[in-house]
């Protein structure tokens, strides 16, 4: 065996829960090397068992990150890039990366500067949501990978887990969404940007989006997860066949619960990171960024399946 290869052996690994209810770091294992498939192997496993997985200090150049996020499926283009493309921004600039796999996840406008509002995520907080929630297929993972971050901070991320949001939702509220689906919203981003040559919604019925149920089991796992995806200022996501007033006062407990501190792990970020997070049964948020300051990190979304309805 290689140097290489033993350095990432899978006796040398470690996978380190983060003692809240979600994530786990991986340790011992440099991602710009070989990896022999049993270390893969504990990886996949690790992800299905924790949700989030971290890796520090990782020396991944240009867009080598997407060789690692290859382990666990195959990368596809972000939904968000049609829209970025149809406002006008020029593919390879500072918001629209070359490869079209890749998102930047950046606070800098066209000129590099950072900027409050680049019209994507900014510097804005960002609010709880899955992935890509607002397309028929959304992503199965997301990976980011940090590359300039704010010197005093801030951008921290969460996430949480919603195996463990549903396992603990009271009987009424299970009884209540059994068999139930709800439109997602794809007006706005996660910022509450409404994204460009998009009408924003006045009534419920002006919301475009897929329905997808509100309980969906993981396809690895088989276990059933909330599936919330994101919510905006009225009228956003719904519940089919109900009153809006029934819809919004449903969709307001069940938010109440499934982002309740108790189901979350908090990350602040370091250069080097390596996040990789699974759409299917966890959420996640981001705090705001210093506006003055650059925070760019990379992204990649891993394709999907068709949601399966618990």
């Known amino acids: 065996m290689s140097a290489q290869l033993k350095s990432n052996s899978p006796e040398n690994v470690q996978v380190v829960p983060s003692g809240a209810a979600v994530g786990a770091e991986i340790r011992g294992v440099d991602l710009s090397r070989p990896l022999p498939e049993a270390t893969k192997e504990l990886m996949r496993k690790a992800w299905a068992d924790h949700g989030v997985l971290l890796w520090r200090d990782q020396k991944l150049p240009d867009i080598s990150f997407l060789e690692a996020a290859g382990i666990f499926g195959v990368t596809k283009e972000p939904a968000a890039r049609k829209y970025q493309l149809a406002g006008g921004y020029k593919i390879g600039g500072k918001i629209v990366p070359l490869h079209p796999h890749v998102s930047l996840i950046s606070n800098l406008n066209e000129e590099g500067v950072p ?40 951008g921290d991320t969460w996430f949480n887990n919603q ?10 509220l299970k009884r209540a969404i059994a068999g139930k689906s709800q439109i997602h919203d794809s007006s706005r981003n996660s910022a509450g940007v409404l994204r460009p040559t998009v ?32 919510r905006r200022e009225w009228p956003s996501n719904y519940i089919l066949g109900l009153s809006n007033e029934e819809s919004e006062a449903l969709l307001d407990k069940l938010w109440a619960h499934a982002t309740q501190p108790k189901y979350a792990w908090g990350h602040q970020w370091r250069i080097g990171d390596l996040v990789l997070w699974d759409n299917r049964c966890c959420m996640h948020y981001r705090s705001e960024v210093d506006p003055a300051q650059p925070r760019v990190l990379y992204r990649t979304v891993i394709k999907g399946e068709a949601v399966i309805s618990a």
């Open 115 to 154: 900027v409050k509002d680049n019209g994507a995520l900014g510097s804005y907080e960002v609010v709880w949501h899955s992935d890509n929630s607002y397309v028929e297929v959304p992503p199965a993972g997301s990976m980011l990978y940090a590359v300039v971050l704010p010197v005093n901070g801030g």
């Open 163 to 172: 195996y463990r949001a549903y396992e603990e939702l009271p009987d009424e």
């Open 199 to 230: 009408k924003l919604p006045t009534i419920p019925a002006e919301v475009p989006g897929p329905a997808h149920p509100l309980v969906r089991i993981h396809p690895v796992t088989k276990k059933p997860a909330l599936y919330l995806g994101r």
